[in-house]
């Protein structure tokens, strides 16, 4: 039995193929009868069936009971078992990437300047930022530029970064990938500026232009601090 | 033995994550009709200790020094041969 989770469901799944043992996933519930329910279709369908035997992986979701109830206050008889030679390891850990602390929670920002690889460069940030201080916004960013190190991953918006819903999202740079467009497709208004005029980005945007955002960032900027 | 429910306790950086106790839970009702043990399987490196309040009837543990941080294939070559 397996946490489904990112460790979890990676192993076990492995395990699966490995061993060609069968694998069910997203279980909630299990009853003493080996019957599981299984949420699937992201918890849209509950899947109810027998746990194939005799051997099965499973891996859990949680829900179906509670922590408290998997902790004692005696402590488990612990047996050791040794661990198999593990020389040659083709994955190592690096390093633990910590999400910025005490940085702006974009999810709660009425208004995002959001970057993504038309920026170019790392020089051109700043620019972003600048823009985005002048009408009082914040600034997120798209996967490229949060893999590049440009800024922190508390800036990053989509299906695994942080899911949006400003008043007005300006995308920059931004091609709208269905990964982008699942954090940030819900947003009041969508402004994109993205020189492919075939950049999926316009499809969800309410206004948009091909012009080069290199050009069209300094003279926002000029306009922005002239409104003020 | 066929019948004893195995459970991966997932751990990172010092604690037990919740999904873990959650499990357990769960494979205690499960065992209940098998009338086998729950079975908690703990990998890692000197982390006995993170062990004390699994509600398990026994913990089998795992310790090398490539198992002191979660990799996937670490993980799967010492499960392999416990099942």
Known sequence: MFGHTTIGADVAGGLSAKLSLPLVSSVRTLTSDAKFISQICGGKIMAEGDLPSPTALVTMVPGGTKTEEGQSAQSPAIETFAAPALDNLRVALKKYIEPEAGDVDIAKEQFLVSVGRGIQLKDNIEMAKELAAALGAQVSASRPIVDQGWLPTSRLVGKSGKRVKPKVYLALGISGAPEHVEGMGESDTIIAVNTDPNAPIFNVAKYGTTADLLELVPALIEKAKQAV | ?83
């Open chain 2, 1 to 83: 033995m066929s019948q004893d429910i195995f459970v991966v306790i997932e751990h990172l950086r010092g604690g037990v994550a919740d999904i873990s106790y959650v499990m357990l839970a769960a494979a205690r009702s499960l065992a209940q009709g098998t009338g086998g043990q729950v079975v908690a399987v703990l990998l890692g490196k000197d982390a006995q200790k993170l062990a004390g309040d699994l509600a398990a009837d026994k913990v089998l543990y795992g310790d090398s020094p490539a198992l002191a941080e979660f990799t996937s294939e670490a993980y799967q070559i010492a499960l392999a041969k416990l099942i």
